[in-house]
């Protein structure tokens, strides 16, 4: 069974920071570019930072130069350090995982909270 477990989320006071951690099942974690997503009340789940199978990073807009996305294969987890916290950051910040061998399925973990206070 597939599993991705986040964890690392909490209240942070603006200008903080966090890492978040997702612990993915070993069976996947090498075949898969890993991601970090988020979702704010009332609004769509978007793409925060990506990491493929081959160490090639992307960021969206809003968390460039302060977030940083990274994977640690021989723990089969990914990280997402975030600095420079603002109080738009707050969101379920969710772990996603994208098969790059055949059958190309998508995962996701459950979701961590991340609360910024100004």
């Known amino acids: 069974q597939v599993q991705l477990v986040e964890s690392g989320g909490g209240l942070v006071q603006a200008g903080g920071s966090l890492r978040l951690s997702c612990a993915a099942s070993r069976t996947i974690f090498s075949i898969s570019d890993m991601g970090w997503y988020r979702q704010a009340p009332g609004k769509q789940r978007e793409l925060v930072a990506a990491i493929t199978s081959a160490d090639s990073t992307s960021y969206a807009d809003s968390g460039k130069g302060r977030f940083t996305i990274s994977r640690d294969n021989a723990k089969n987890t990914v990280y997402l350090q975030m600095d420079s916290l603002k109080p738009e950051d707050t969101a379920v910040y969710y772990c996603?995982?994208?098969?790059?061998?055949?059958?190309?399925?998508?995962?996701w973990g459950q979701g961590t909270q991340v609360t910024v206070s100004s």
């Open positions: 996603n995982a994208k098969r790059i061998t055949f059958p190309r399925y998508t995962y």
